[in-house]
């Protein structure tokens, strides 16, 4: 069983994950971790911790000369903040209790604050924030790169674009297989936009808040301008998609086995997202059956497949062999730099909530993170499905698994 823990606090000594479950002789390459921690990093609306911070993960365990051993994998990413904050966050007894230097008891709302003190019964939100903290992500993205090297071994990438942030969204294309006056469009393989995945990302990458339409991008950075000059911030939407996934992954039999609730659970889990849709998702529910479920067709060669989809290469729980198609809703960021009313946890009177360094936008980097729990997902879903203590025996498995579904 693939499983991973991070910990760390933001503004701790650093953040550790570790990986169990990778098969022997996956091939690591470190560059790819911090090729991806780096992304993560990006994004137009970005705060000033950015400027801090050049995230490179170490490898502490579980790899021998670039290749996986089979044993735990343990990773960590150093905060170069934590020369400022180590006596904030020292881990040794203060000397004169309780002079806590940095205490937060104007809870934030929308961050993790209020219900966290109440429920650990904590006088100092810090205790919360800096766990709540989406520094997090970081320990995230390097879980979810080994990962997708795993899946990248299986045939499957994953790419991601933003397609809203704040007001700006990028327009449905008509070519989107949801289009109701398209019941049947011969939609691209890979996804919306007639793009590939893989052209969408391309494009995306150029942007500096990681959208694929040039006019978007650009209303998008004016939107996040005029947010920050407001002292407030904004969310948006990542869509994720992931190419050459075999169908069967996940199954129908029990609740907690069905591979949309499982990436459901791995996207909603990320900070402030708010709402995850699979293909045409809410869409959906505003459409008739016949402009919705993707009509079934087959070729020699080419076996079972679909001009359109709107499922988003999930039904019954299951890949279903088409492109995965997953999308998450970010919640504007909740420090904002003109807070919200509050109320003080010591005096109980009303004030404005605390401002802590933040980001008037993460959606950019959302993206990124949501690629890295997807990734982690399928990873999860291909060694449930196909087992392997080593990567051959992995690739010996799928490999007869993918010519019994062209020999039948
Ligand atoms: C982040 C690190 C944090 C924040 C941000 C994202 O660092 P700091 O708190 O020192 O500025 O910048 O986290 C939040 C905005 C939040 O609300 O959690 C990161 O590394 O992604």
Redesign the pocket.
Known sequence: MLRYLTAGE??GRGLVTLVEGLPAGLPVDLTAINEQLHRRQQGYGR???MRI?QDQAEILSGVRHGETLGSPVALVVWNR?WDNWREVMSPEALAEPPARPRTVTRPRPG?ADLAGVLKFDRADARDILERS???E??ARVAAGTLARLLLRQAGAEVYSHVVRIGPVAVPEDPGNPGNPDSPDSPDSPDGPQGLSARDLAERAEASPVRCADPAASQAMVQAIDEAKAQGTSLGGVAEVLVTGLPPGLGSHVSWDRKLDGLLAQALMSI?SVKGVEVGLGFAAAGLPGHQVHDAIYFEDGRGFHRRTNRAGGLEGGMTNGETLVVRAAFKP???LYRPLATVDLTTHQAVEASV????TC?VP?GAVIAEAVVAFTLAQAFLEKFGGDSLTEFLRNLAAYRRRLVER
Not at 356 to 359: A, Q, T
């Open positions: 933001s503004h705060g000033g911790r911070e903040d961050h903290s989406a520094r992500t970081a900070q960021i909740a420090t802590e360094r933040s980001d993460a980097a």
